[in-house]
């Protein structure tokens, strides 16, 4: 991972800040304490958490929320705790216990199926209590509102699927359930918590997810994330172009190839992958972030 650099300047310099969030907070609320410890409004995130989960947050500082957006699109990795036996209004832990089947003696194998099933390429319906906007109006809202929510499902994809540890317990209520230690990689976009309650789904017993930890975004991990003390003693950010290069290909070019992305123009790209593509001047200098469009340069981000 590449190194961050630490500042307790006003004003701090453009780049990424990985946070470790705490349970409890929502994105924003991380949002507002960088903004306090960097002493600048400009401060945005690469893609949300509930306030349940822990784990990687990926902050912009500065010229650095233009990468966030396409930031947001990289794969994601989590670990977290599925409970069969129980069904909840929010298919997490926060929500009101809406069933409870009840989760005991599970057969393996049929447990392993239907993980399986829901690995790789799948059409999820996210949670009706999110923030996806139906109409111009947050799904979480509508459903508070009263509202019945229909969510159409989204394309996802599911990498890996991996049931790490099995627990019979006894929920407060007395139900007894049947908790999961489960490891998932994922596409942006997929709500683990849709998949513990299509997991419960199919194995008849209902389910919703427990405790949710996210160790990595693209190539954020969470060994390189600092809590929020941490950062309050010793704000530790990662300079533009070290960021870039961390999370796009890489793209070398002269110093009038690079004086004319610089500005906006297009030019001749063959062979360049799809996706974001970082641009680096002589230097090292971080020129853009460019996509190939019909085999020449379309300018997404210029940061000179």
Sequence with gaps: MSRTTSTRAAGAADGLVVVDKPAGFTSHDVVAVLRGIARTRRVGHAGTLDPMAT?????????ATRLLGHLALTEKEYRGTVRLGQTTVTDDAEGEVTGATGAAGLDPAAVAAAV??????????????????????????????????EIPARPVTVSTFTVTAT????????????????TVVCSSGTYIRSL??????????????????????????????????????????LPLGEAAAAAFPRWDVD?????????????????????????????????????????????????V
């Design 55 to 63: 784990g990687v947050l990926v902050l912009g500082l500065g010229r």
């Design 116 to 149: 399986a099933a829901l690995t790789g390429d799948l059409m999820q319906v996210p949670a009706k209590v999110s923030a996806i906007k139906i109409d111009g109006k947050r799904s979480y809202r509508r459903v508070r509102d009263g509202e019945d929510v």
């Design 167 to 182: 627990a019979e317990r006894t929920a407060d209520d007395g139900t007894p359930v049947t908790d999961l230690d489960v």
């Design 196 to 237: 513990a309650r299509d997991l419960g789904a199919a194995l008849g017993t209902g389910g919703h997810l427990t405790a949710l930890r996210r160790t990595r975004v693209g190539p954020y991990a969470l060994e390189a994330a600092h809590t929020l003390d941490a950062l309050r003693a010793e704000l530790a950010v």
């Design 255 to 303: 110093e009038r190839a690079a004086r004319l992305l610089g500005n906006g123009a297009r030019l001749d790209a063959p062979g360049l992958p799809p996706g974001p593509v970082a641009v680096f001047g002589p230097e090292e200098r971080f020129i853009a972030l460019v996509e190939a469009h019909e085999e020449t340069t379309r300018s997404l981000a210029v940061f």
